[in-house]
């Protein structure tokens, strides 16, 4: 069936010396992966390969088979030029990164149109926004709203937040927690839209502890999910 839909890139894997499988989450049909044939050897094809750059918002006509198979592209464009996302050091490896996050994460294949458009809407403000050395904690955090495990808020005035339960409690077991200062930053971002993302000053140390703290949460609660190896790249970058 020929669709017609909009799309997230999330990776591009080299396939033999001239294809492309391409990972994407579709405004249609949730996640799907694509063979782009001869994409890498040829330069007067319709499909470039750097249409497929992390992140990339494209809109697509697609063949989709639904059967959980490769399925084929027939037309790309980009529908949001990026002007910073892939070009700025410190936004190219949170880009990388979250891409990653996310096709760790992303696993439906059927639509979410809520997910889709958060995710549309974030990466925009990305791109034209100059301060966002806390905007991928904001985004994860939020995200969960989504994946289905989004942080309790009843008791808030507890000492731990306890990683495992995702739930504020006085009385931690052995499951992972967060305290102290970095307790207090994760409260916040839990308080916060993106206009607010600047107004939470943090350390290096403590940013790079609450996002470990965070992705350990997403390994927690997702189901064969793999810690991102861009994760160091990213610390090294905002170190």
């Known amino acids: 069936m020929q669709v017609t839909t909009k799309a997230i890139v999330l990776s591009a894997l080299k ?5 492309l499988i391409v990972k994407a989450f579709t405004a249609l049909d949730g996640l799907k992966s694509y063979l782009v044939k001869g994409v890498l050897s040829s330069k007067k094809g319709k499909l470039k390969a ?5 992140l990339t918002q494209l809109e697509m006509v697609a063949y989709h088979k639904n059967k959980g198979t490769l399925e084929s ?5 980009v529908v949001f030029h990026y002007q910073t996302l892939h070009y700025h050091v410190g936004k190219n490896a949170m880009t990388l990164f979250l891409a990653e996050m996310l096709s760790n994460s992303i696993y439906e294949e059927e639509p979410n149109v809520d997910l889709f458009q958060f995710l549309e809407a974030s990466l925009q ?8 050395s806390n905007f991928h904690i904001f985004l994860l955090l939020r995200l969960t709203r989504f994946l289905g495990f989004f942080p309790d ?4 005035d507890a000492s731990c937040f306890d990683l495992l339960e995702g739930e ?4 931690p077991s052995l499951n992972p927690i967060i305290t102290g200062t970095n307790l207090s930053f994760f409260k916040s971002f839990l308080g916060i839209n993106f206009d607010g993302v600047n107004s939470i000053k943090m350390n290096k140390k403590n940013r790079q502890e609450l996002l470990q703290s965070i992705v350990l949460y997403y390994e927690l ?10 994760l160091a790249v990213l610390n090294e970058v905002f170190s």
Not at 50 to 54: H, K, R, S, V
Not at 168 to 171: A, G, M, N, P, S
């Open 50 to 54: 750097a249409y497929f750059q992390p």
């Open 153 to 156: 808020m009843e008791n808030m």
């Open 125 to 132: 403000w990305l791109d034209t926004h100059s301060e966002i």
């Open 168 to 171: 504020f409690t006085d009385t």
């Open 15 to 19: 396939y033999g010396d001239t294809s």
């Open 221 to 230: 609660h997702l189901q064969g999910f793999r810690k991102p190896r861009s």
């Open 73 to 77: 592209l027939r037309e790309v464009k």
